[in-house]
């Protein structure tokens, strides 16, 4: 796995000199009250979207973030857990590690309510996480496993499902591509380490999460990314990546399979009051429901001219049918 070596380089080289142009990300940072991120955090900030939702960190979780970065979100996380060891962060660049240590210093200046003990940060990697089985509320990752190949990445997703515990969260940003990328992309590890040429399909990295366990899946947040171009990149088409935000959740898996949502909703405008699918689902006259892909398939099967179902905006922010 020497792609995992450039890897580490890549990343190494950003710790000891922030790379701000090394990822970018059209998600705007979170700013709550009384949260002071330090500059140099923000420079740091390697990721392709945000893996920080308010809903997600109620009742002070218990939190694991893997590829620590320059610690933007880990101080993020920290603001809604505040307590010792509340937010674990796991990296395996101990250049990387340092680098977040002194970042804390600088936020700990800045922020009366942050304390550096409230991040536990530890030495490791995403194949072999050094957490309890079934210990986690939040997990998270941003812009990380799509460095991935596949065997790895689904070795990772494992063990975050293992230390997660039951109902508990994973929250990842990463990188995706609808188009076929050649060898010479796939086998490029420093572009691989860049989180460009490791993208792979929604479909296809939802059925991972899937087929790992977990039980519902949310599509949060769907951009523009990058764009390999030939002029550029070993390439003779033009290809466009975009990145996501996913939520996977560590529901029992249902017997008709996982609830996907995709950012799909349905309206029932018939004459009565409301609709009874008879399999749990109430749709009120003329007011929208949110539903995820298996449901939006049911409610089709039905052919009813009074029921709009939408395409998928690959935006969802909760409220659904299941």
């Not at 970018?24 to 009250?33: E, K």
């Not at 003329?286 to 049911?298: E, F, R």
Request: glycine share 8%.
């Amino acid at each position: 796995m020497h792609y995992l070596e450039t890897t580490k380089d890549v990343y190494k080289e950003a710790a000891l000199a922030p790379d701000i142009g090394l990822c970018c990300t059209t998600t705007p940072i979170w700013q709550f009250p009384g949260l002071h991120i330090p500059v140099k955090m923000k420079e740091m900030n390697y990721g392709c979207g945000s893996t920080v939702h308010p809903r997600d960190l109620t009742n002070h979780p218990k939190i694991l973030y893997v590829g620590v970065g320059g610690g933007m979100e880990l101080l993020q996380f920290s603001y809604f857990s505040r307590q010792k060891g509340g937010v674990v962060g796991i990296d395996v660049v101990d250049e990387m590690l340092a680098a977040c240590e002194e970042n804390f210093v600088e936020a700990e200046a800045q922020n009366e309510w942050f304390q550096k003990d409230f991040v536990h940060l530890k030495k490791g990697d995403a194949l072999h996480l050094p957490v309890a089985d079934n210990s986690i509320d939040v997990a998270a990752q941003n812009c990380l496993f799509n460095i991935f190949k596949m065997e790895e990445l689904k070795k990772a997703l494992q063990e975050m499902y293992r230390v997660l515990k039951p109902q508990g969260r994973l929250v990842m940003s990463d990188p995706t591509c609808e188009q076929p990328m050649n060898a010479a992309l796939r086998n490029d590890d420093r572009l691989r380490a860049l989180c460009l040429s490791g993208s792979i399909p929604l479909k296809e990295y939802v059925k991972m999460l899937t087929d790992v366990g977990f039980g519902t899946i949310e599509i949060r947040a769907r951009r523009p990314y990058r764009i390999l171009d030939p002029k550029h990149y070993p390439t003779d088409t033009t290809i466009f990546i975009e990145s996501v935000e996913v939520c996977a959740i560590k529901d029992p898996m249902p017997a008709d399979g996982p609830c996907v949502f995709t950012g799909k909703s349905a309206i029932y405008f018939g004459d009565k009051d409301f609709l009874d699918d008879e399999k749990g689902h109430i749709l009120l006259q003329n007011q929208p429901i949110s539903i995820c892909d298996k449901t939006a398939l049911a409610l089709a099967s039905l052919q009813r001219s009074d029921i709009f179902i939408s395409e998928s905006t690959f935006h969802y922010d909760g409220g659904g049918c299941c």
